[in-house]
């Protein structure tokens, strides 16, 4: 069965350093990743996906991401964090493309 | 940009009445889901629909849940007899094809009281 760890319930960073938001899975067979976050009152609003090839990827608002193989992680990564960023970061793992299991989530809180 | 729609944003409803939950995926899409979020917990899969049927369903999808796209565009997710437990945040999300990501609607948030 698929899981994801979340380790860290919460990420404080100030704005204009990197952040980093950490994510391990288990699946069995090949991994699609994911990253979502949610604004408050808000749905889940996609950021980037590893299927296949660079293990470097990039998404929306700057964002990029790290899948590592050996240590089954795909850790989130911005270079230089906005207070906007401020929400709640959710990694998901599937199996095949289709349903998402979800990490318990990350608050990351960016201060000025 | 397309997205997903929900409606209604909030329902409450009382303990053993029906509620019907209804989505309006991405017009292209093929792979339909349903999830949900009880307050404070992580976001739990609970459907998914393919080529009008359930391809997969978890354990908290019981005899209680159904799903139907009764036209090409809606799909919704009923409750016969909402319980206490059911109050959570669902949300519906569609996929294009395999190798794509899902997306998601905004929610409606069922109070069951």
């Known amino acids: 069965a698929q899981s994801v760890a979340q380790p860290e319930d919460q990420v404080n960073v100030a704005e204009g350093n990197p952040l980093t938001v950490k994510c391990t899975y288990s699946?069995?067979?090949?991994?699609?990743l994911f990253w979502y976050v949610q604004y408050p009152n808000r749905g889940l609003q996609f950021l980037l996906k590893y299927i296949t090839g660079d293990n470097l990827v990039k998404g929306s608002y700057g964002f990029e991401a790290e899948f590592n193989k050996s240590q089954t992680s795909f850790h989130l990564k911005k270079p230089s964090a906005l207070v906007s960023d401020s929400a709640l970061y959710f990694c998901a793992v599937s199996e095949y493309g289709n349903k998402l299991v979800f990490g318990a989530g990350t608050i990351l809180r960016v201060k000025s | 940009e397309p997205e997903v729609t929900q409606t209604p944003s909030h329902q409450v409803t009382q303990m053993g009445q029906e509620v019907i939950l209804r989505c309006v995926p991405i017009s292209n899409h093929l792979y339909f889901y349903w999830y949900r979020q009880i307050l404070g917990q992580k976001v739990e899969f609970l459907v998914s629909?393919?080529?009008?049927?359930?391809?997969?369903k978890s354990e908290i999808f019981d005899d209680q849940f159904s799903v139907e796209r009764p036209d090409g565009s809606n799909f919704t997710l009923k409750i016969r007899s909402t319980k206490l437990e059911d109050s959570a945040m669902y949300f519906c999300a569609s996929r294009a094809g395999n190798y794509n990501e899902q997306f998601f609607g905004p929610g409606t948030r069922l109070t069951v009281l």
């Open positions: 629909f393919y080529n009008n049927e359930i391809s997969e």
């Open positions: 699946v069995s067979g090949n991994p699609y």
